[in-house]
């Protein structure tokens, strides 16, 4: 059995430990910070075997090395990219699996929020740790890849089982929510989604991890290949990803 916990870190990040309750072995993706994850693990008794980054941007890394230091853990990630990665133990690429205990984890090249950019998908927790390439309600902004190759990206994310938790890298999600409700106001599934996401961060609870399906149902940005969203858009008939760009685009401006 598996077990993930969420560990908030800085201003709106999120880590997450991956634990294999069988042989006790303990994975974090991603480091925005040693300490909260250091605390998280001695409240559980756990002890890290394994770092897995998902991509370089410093929020995401920047206490890999203290965290290393601490635990003694391997550090996994993308090969392309590992001249701009912490040194790993572990170069990594599109299609490979390796496992943390007894738990298959396979890895997916997601660029365009970065060009290295992956996720880790563990079938066995019903989980994909997809940092800021899918996020709840959201995608990250493409800063060095193409809005094809994000699109391309994100649609083999969307191809996961619907039952999929997706473990992303912020809480971003009540801005996402205001946005994707100029994309479709007359979402009921969106309407919902929002209003809870509402409550939930006015009470101060995480609004991350998010259901596949439930991303499907309401995060513009895997619904661009839709003929309503592209209507609405006043983009019948254009390209999937063309239309994914014109949504792009309108969040970062919003």
Known sequence: MAEIVTVPCLKD??????????????????????????????????????????????????????????????????????????????????????????LEVRVLDVSGHTVGHIAFHVPAADAAFTADSLMALGCGRVFEGTPEMMWESLSKLAALPEETIICSGHEYTENNARFALTIEPDNDALRTRAEAIGHARAAGRPTVPSRLDEERATNPFLRAHLPDVKAALGMVGAADAEVFAEIRARKDAF
């Open 13 to 102: 990040n999120y880590a997450f430990l991956l634990h294999d309750d069988a042989t006790g072995r303990t994975a974090v993706v991603d480091v925005p910070e040693a300490g909260p994850i250091l605390a998280a693990l001695n409240d559980r008794g756990w002890t890290l075997s394994d770092i897995l980054i998902t991509h370089h941007h410093w929020d995401h890394v920047d206490g890999v090395a203290e965290l290393k230091e601490a635990t003694g853990a391997a550090t996994w990630g993308h090969a392309k990219d590992a001249e701009r990665l912490p040194p790993l133990n572990h170069a990594v690429s599109e299609g490979d699996t390796f496992e943390i205990g007894g």
